[in-house]
């Protein structure tokens, strides 16, 4: 539960938020990490030192359920002679280390990320008449918290968040949402590390499907032309009735070209998904995918999961060549450098902390294998082959239902343990398939109609027999079973 004062409206865990003349006896009593983001905030909004805020009333590290200790709101009055109208700008607090004592976040120094190393920021345009500014976004900025807290893992400029709902619970079509750098918000050093400030622009599902397709930075590029769609600051309006590119088509011929020149830079997702190998006899009691030891679950090794890992956040560094990270027994489990050694990213599974040694799973060679999706992650398999295999990169489908992971990569990606001799190789449940440019381009004409999904019926198959590959569209329930 949180509640709405203004910020120097008395509290048990909220005095005034004090400004870079607060009084040093003052400042001291004030969180360090709290006191130097409203620093920011006071820079600029220097004629709004308490704003509106919405609280915590039970503070996360008191057992409540919403990480951010407060989310401020202020009044911008934008710049109409840039096409930027006057909006309500959101800043959350807690992401970061606000304390550095360990209540939240782990220390590990002022070099780092401070916490998870940003805050949150939404941009909404206000309405006419509109005197005090709506709270729904504050609790959409903690469902995006509780995601953080929850999974461990951070956000970057660029990403995507598939949300499938209007934002604020309306009959809107900005039903999903896009990171980028707050325009005006500078980073700041705390004593307990930098924080940067990352913001949520609301986008409908089109311009999502955009993003997935190409990349979050050139949807957000292309928004910030369209003064009604974001513009310069990429401020949302709920009440947006059009896509960008029905308010201007040549913009689809931008995503298009886009696509064709650089191909997508989502390297993988996590789906609804699973595979059989069809060369082992189904009353073979080994089990294709691991060796299982006792009666323990098949579980990527920690090496798999890293090595996972590690493929997602290399296929998003467009420039770089494609490459799997080789699996290396010697590799700590480290992650980017701008992140806590503490923090997860989403391909680790809580408990993939070797069940099976390492050194105990074999790499199979498979002769024929079964692949099978939900309506949602079988619509991305074009966007998998077009955007990425015949761009020479490698596209990941990570199992939400069980610890299985499927890996496509083309004949340029190095590293991968998939062959062309053998196209079908399996390291415990991580299965890799090697896919040439000419498949490639078979399977897209045999895969069109999955571009309009809503054009067919599940369940759906599609078989390449001389490939000794099948691939089937299966509803949601499917993958509830315990046996994916």
Request: charged fraction near 25%; include cysteine.
């Amino acid at each position: 539960m949180a509640e709405l004062r203004p910020s120097g409206a008395p509290g048990p865990t909220a005095p005034p938020a004090p400004g870079p003349t607060a009084p040093p006896a003052f400042a001291s009593l004030f969180p360090p990490g709290l006191h130097a983001i409203y620093g920011e905030c006071r820079r600029l909004y220097p004629d709004q030192p308490n704003p509106l805020q919405v609280t915590a009333i039970v503070k996360y590290w008191l057992g409540g359920p919403d990480p951010l200790d407060y989310v401020s709101m202020y009044r911008n009055v934008g710049s109409p002679s840039a096409n930027i109208p006057e909006h309500w700008h959101y800043i959350s607090f807690g992401l970061s280390d606000l304390y550095g004592d360990n209540r939240v976040h782990e220390f590990t120094g002022t070099d780092g990320p401070s916490g998870f190393g940003f805050e949150l920021t939404f941009r909404l345009k206000r309405e006419t008449g509109e005197s005090a500014p709506p709270t729904w976004p504050a609790e959409l900025m903690q469902g995006l918290a509780r995601y953080v807290f929850q999974s461990e893992n951070t956000f970057c400029s660029g990403d995507h968040v598939s949300w499938h709902s209007p934002l604020d619970n309306s009959e809107s079509r900005i039903q999903h949402m896009l990171l980028t750098e707050d325009p005006q918000m500078q980073p700041v050093q705390t004593p307990f590390g930098l924080v940067t400030f990352l913001q949520i622009v609301g986008v409908c599902t089109e311009e999502l499907h955009s993003a997935q397709q190409w990349n979050g930075q050139g949807i957000l590029e292309l928004l910030r032309t369209v003064p009604v769609a974001g513009g310069p600051w990429l401020i949302t309006d709920m009440r947006r009735g059009e896509t960008i590119f029905e308010i201007d088509p040549h913009l689809q011929e931008r995503v298009d070209k886009g696509i064709e020149t650089d191909g997508s830079n989502l390297s993988g997702v996590s789906a609804k998904c699973a595979w059989d190998d069809l060369s082992r006899p189904p009353e073979d009691d080994e089990d294709s995918r691991s060796i299982c030891i006792g009666t323990q679950p098949r579980r990527l090794s920690g090496k798999d999961t890293e090595q996972i890992r590690e493929t997602l956040r290399r296929g998003l560094e467009i420039n770089s060549k494609p490459v799997l990270p080789p699996i290396n027994p010697q590799r700590q489990n480290g992650l980017a450098h701008d992140r806590a050694p503490s923090r997860k990213d989403s391909l680790e599974s809580d408990s993939s902390t070797a069940i099976i040694p390492h050194e105990l799973i074999r790499t199979r060679q498979l002769e024929s294998v079964h692949l099978k999706f939900n309506q949602e992650s079988g619509a991305l398999i074009p966007l998998c082959l077009r955007g990425r295999l015949l761009h020479g990169r490698h596209f990941t489908y990570k199992s939400i239902t069980g610890d299985m992971a499927i890996t496509f990569v083309s004949t340029g990606v190095e590293g991968a343990f998939a062959t062309e001799e053998h196209p079908y190789a399996a390291h415990g449940p991580w299965l890799q398939i090697l896919l040439t440019e000419e498949f490639v381009e078979k399977m897209l004409e045999d895969l069109e109609d999955l571009t309009s999904p809503e054009e067919f019926k599940l369940p759906k198959e599609y078989s390449w027999p001389e490939k000794k590959l099948k691939v089937s569209i299966l509803p949601d329930v499917v993958f509830d079973s315990p046996l994916h």
